[in-house]
């Protein structure tokens, strides 16, 4: 706010969470539901508006935010892999319905959105 006009589109910390079907998968497992703030925290250690944030790797401008972005989702493509295969075959949780290939195409997902925000896509 006191450093002026910032035009960059940045990403926020939590850039992974930010799809909707994967916060509400996760939110069927974990519980975890947050609601979207007004202000966020970006990958470049920055506080912004949450409107000047984006998931999408083509709108990111701020560099260092999009290799934060490449980072985190490569990192949660990981995370997930672990994830199901903790639980092979069946669901994630009672009552939750995640198959194999649900678990792939979320993996692959975050892959490419790592590899569009490193700029390779
Ligand atoms: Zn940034």
């Known amino acids: 706010m006191s450093d002026g006009w910032d035009p960059h589109v940045h990403v926020e910390v939590n850039v992974v969470r930010a799809g909707k079907d994967v916060r509400n998968l996760l939110a069927s497992t974990f519980g975890l539901v947050s609601d979207l703030p007004a202000e966020v925290e970006t990958g470049c250690g920055q506080r912004v508006a949450f409107v000047m944030t984006s998931p999408h790797p083509e709108r990111v401008t701020c560099l260092p935010c999009r290799e934060f972005a490449s980072d985190k989702h490569r990192q949660f493509a990981d995370q997930?892999?672990?994830?199901?295969?903790?639980?092979?075959?069946?669901?994630?949780a009672p009552g939750l319905n995640v198959t194999?290939?649900?678990?792939?195409?979320?993996?692959?997902?975050?892959?490419?959105?790592?590899?569009?925000?490193?700029?390779?896509?």
Do not use: H, T
């Not at 194999?100 to 896509?121: H, K, N, P, T």
């Open 100 to 121: 194999a290939e649900d678990a792939a195409q979320a993996v692959a997902r975050y892959r490419d959105l790592a590899e569009r925000f490193a700029g390779r896509g």
């Open 80 to 92: 997930l892999v672990n994830l199901f295969r903790m639980s092979p075959g069946a669901g994630l």
